[in-house]
């Protein structure tokens, strides 16, 4: 059975970081496109960053330059968003997606909030 389970949301004061982590369990991450997306209140859910199985790395424009997509080389089924120099609102709830092949898995989501 395919797992993703996020980690590392919560609250932050704009201009804080935070970083989320997603933990894949049943399918090889590494092989597979990974991504974080993000819906926030009364929005679709919109593509923040990719990474694909060679690394390319893929951003929302709105988030470039603040945040990083990366996978863990040691930890191989998890992957990592970085998020520097958030904004009220980059606040939503940030989900974890796996596309293997034909298939598509995603996580439960973790909540993000920038306020102060």
């Known amino acids: 059975q395919v797992q993703l389970v996020e980690s590392g949301g919560g609250l932050v004061q704009p201009g804080g970081s935070l970083r989320l982590s997603c933990a894949a369990s049943?399918?090889?991450?590494?092989?597979?496109?990974a991504g974080w997306y993000r819906q926030a209140p009364g929005s679709e859910r919109e593509l923040v960053a990719a990474i694909t199985p060679g690394g390319i790395r893929n951003y929302a424009d709105s988030v470039k330059g603040r945040f990083t997509i990366s996978r863990d080389n040691a930890k191989q089924n998890t992957v990592y968003l970085q998020m520097n120099s958030l904004k009220p609102e980059d606040a939503a709830v940030y989900y974890c997606?796996?596309?293997?092949?034909?298939?598509?898995?995603w996580g439960q989501g973790t909540q993000v909030t920038v306020s102060s």
């Open positions: 049943g399918i090889i991450f590494t092989n597979c496109v």
């Open positions: 997606k796996a596309a293997c092949g034909w298939s598509v898995y």
